[in-house]
Nanobody
């Protein structure tokens, strides 16, 4: 059974930064692509960023490109999301997810394991 545990959320003013972490259980973490999604109140869960199994390839939603950076440390079974220049519209619960295989995508259907989420609140 795979478990994903997010941490690092909190409250920050617009323009500030946060670094989210997602610790994964299991010995095969490095075999899978990983992604971050977010869900704001009353809205659907949306893609934020994804990273290949090796960390060599990344993808971002247009809304966060240039401000967020996804990375991973396979030795620590952890994926990160560095969020800079945060905006109030970034207020949401952020979820990490494990892809079904080594390939990532923007669709939620590409991911089979999800964490419980961590709240990020950005005030203006």
């Amino acid at each position: 059974q795979v478990q994903l545990v997010e941490s690092g959320g909190g409250s920050v003013q617009a323009g500030g930064s946060l670094r989210l972490s997602c610790a994964a259980s299991g010995r095969t973490f490095s075999s899978y692509a990983m992604g971050w999604f977010r869900q704001a109140p009353g809205k659907e869960r949306e893609f934020v960023a994804a990273i290949s199994w090796s960390g060599g390839t990344t993808s971002y939603a247009d809304s966060v490109k240039g401000r967020f950076t996804i990375s991973r440390d396979n030795a620590k079974n952890t994926v990160y999301l560095q969020m800079n220049s945060l905006k109030p519209e970034g207020t949401a619960v952020y979820f990490c997810a494990r892809a079904r295989d080594s390939s990532y995508g923007m669709s939620r259907g590409r991911y089979d394991y999800w964490g419980q989420g961590t709240q990020v609140t950005v005030s203006s």
